[in-house]
C-alpha cells in the first residue's frame, strides 16, 4: 500500500510538470471577432516559428469581455483595445491589467448610404454611434473634427452627447452598441464606425468612409497583459511576432493600407 501510494505521488508530480511544461508553450489571446483575428492569426504563425510558442486565438463578440478573461486568468494577453477604453475600463472595473505593446490604428470613419459628403447633411438627421465610454467620445470629437458639432472643451476624450454644446444641424444621436453601428446605416444619416467592424461589414474605409481619421490620431490598439506578468517571456515573444514584417504585410492586405504601424 505504501509503495503504491508512492508511485501515485509519483506519476502526480511527472503529470504536473508536463502540464506546466506546456503551460509555457502556450499563450492564450482574446479579441474581437473580425479581421483583427487575421493578423493574430499570422502572429500565430510567426510565433511558432521563431520561438516554438502555440498562440490559441480566444474570439469575443463584444468589447467588455475580453478584459474580464484577462483579468480572471482565462487568457493570458488580448489585442483588441486603445489607451482611452482600457483607462477608462481600468476606472470602472479595476482589474490588474495594463498595456505592453502598440499595434495599429485603425482609422474610426463616418459613413453613409445616403450622402456622398459631411457638409451634405440635413438638418434633424440621426447620426448612429458606439456606446461605450471611450468610443462615443472618440466619435463624437471625429464629428467635431468634421465640423458638425462642437463640444465642451474640458469633455476631452470621454464626452457624450450631453457635451454638445453647438449643434447647427440638430443632429440626433443613436447609441448603439459598436457591434450594430454599421447595421444601422440603412436607417441613419450617418454613422461612426470603428474600422474592424467597418470591415467585417464589407466596408472599405478607404473607399467607403465620408470622413476618416488622419494618421495623427491617438487611438492606436494595444497588447494588454496582467500585471504581474509583464516579465514572462511568452509575451515578449508574442510582441515580437505580432510586430513582424509578416503581420505588417496581412495588415496592409486586409485593411487596405488603413492599418497604421503604430510601434
Known amino acids: 500500500m505504501k509503495l503504491f501510494k508512492i508511485i501515485i505521488l509519483g506519476l502526480s508530480v511527472i503529470l504536473l510538470v508536463a502540464c506546466q511544461g506546456n503551460d509555457k508553450n502556450t499563450f492564450k489571446v482574446g479579441t474581437i471577432s473580425g479581421p483583427e483575428t487575421t493578423l493574430i492569426e499570422k502572429a500565430k504563425d510567426v510565433a511558432k516559428k521563431q520561438f516554438n510558442l502555440d498562440v490559441q486565438v480566444v474570439e469575443f463578440t463584444d468589447y467588455l469581455q475580453p478584459n ?14 486603445h489607451q482611452p477604453f482600457l483607462d477608462q475600463q481600468l476606472q470602472d472595473k479595476n482589474y490588474k491589467i495594463h498595456s505592453v505593446a502598440k499595434t495599429f490604428i ?9 450622402i456622398k459628403n459631411v457638409s451634405d447633411i440635413k438638418d434633424g438627421s440621426i447620426v448612429a454611434l458606439p456606446n461605450d465610454t ?4 472618440r466619435a463624437l470629437m471625429l464629428l467635431e473634427k468634421a465640423n458638425l458639432i462642437q463640444l465642451k472643451k474640458e469633455a476631452g476624450i ?11 444641424k440638430h ?14 446605416l440603412p436607417d441613419v444619416a450617418i454613422a461612426v464606425i470603428n474600422t474592424n467592424y467597418a470591415v467585417a461589414a464589407g466596408l472599405s ?4 468612409a465620408i470622413y476618416l481619421e488622419g494618421p495623427d490620431s491617438p487611438y492606436a490598439n494595444i497588447i494588454v497583459v496582467r500585471d504581474n506578468e509583464t516579465a514572462d517571456p511568452r509575451v515578449q515573444q508574442f510582441i515580437e511576432a505580432f510586430q513582424s514584417d509578416d503581420v505588417k504585410k496581412a495588415a496592409e492586405e486586409i485593411f487596405k493600407g488603413q492599418a497604421i504601424p503604430a510601434w
Open 68 to 81: 474580464a478573461a484577462l483579468n480572471d486568468g482565462s487568457i493570458d494577453a488580448n489585442m483588441f483595445q
Open 106 to 114: 485603425y482609422p474610426m470613419g463616418i459613413y453613409s448610404h445616403q
Open 134 to 137: 471611450s468610443n462615443e467620445g
Open 158 to 168: 470621454y464626452a457624450t452627447p450631453a457635451d454638445v454644446t453647438n449643434n447647427p
Open 171 to 184: 443632429l440626433v444621436f443613436k447609441e448603439l452598441d459598436a457591434s450594430q453601428v454599421a447595421r444601422t
Open 205 to 208: 474605409p478607404k473607399e467607403d
